[in-house]
Nanobody, 123 residues
Framework: QEQLVESGGGLVQAGGSLRLSCAAS????????MGWFRQAPGREREFVAG????????YYSDSVKGRFTISRDNDKNMVDLQMNNLKPEDTAVYYC????????????????WGQGTQVTVSS
């Protein structure tokens, strides 16, 4: 059964870095577009970053562009999100997602979701 498991969240000071990882079980994920969403307390879930199955295409929300980098290793069934220069407004639960399609910025297009990992950035 396909499953996504996130790790790497935690508490960091503003300006610091964290690297989130997503382990995907199931051999078909190498053909899926992958991505990350986040949800802060009292706010709607929002798109963070996406990557095509071949890593040819990556795209980001304006709020994280230039600070976050998404990457994947299909041999290991892993997707990472490197987060640099973190800000308090990056505080949220971060979710790894997979789309049996081209991927998009819209959560309704994603077929699989992880349980989420908490990222807290202190000022």
């Amino acid at each position: 059964q396909e499953q996504l498991v996130e790790s790497g969240g935690g508490l960091v000071q503003a300006g610091g870095s964290l690297r989130l990882s997503c382990a995907a079980s199931g051999s078909t994920f190498r053909n899926y577009a992958m991505g990350w969403f986040r949800q802060a307390p009292g706010r709607e879930r929002e798109f963070v970053a996406g990557i095509s199955w071949s890593s040819t295409t990556t795209y980001y929300s304006d709020s994280v562009k230039g600070r976050f980098t998404i990457s994947r290793d299909n041999d290991k069934n892993m997707v990472d999100l490197q987060m640099n220069n973190l800000k308090p407004e990056d505080t949220a639960v971060y979710y790894c997602v997979a789309d049996n399609g081209p991927g998009s910025r819209y959560q309704q297009h994603y077929d699989y979701w992880g349980q989420g990992t908490q990222v807290t950035v202190s000022s």
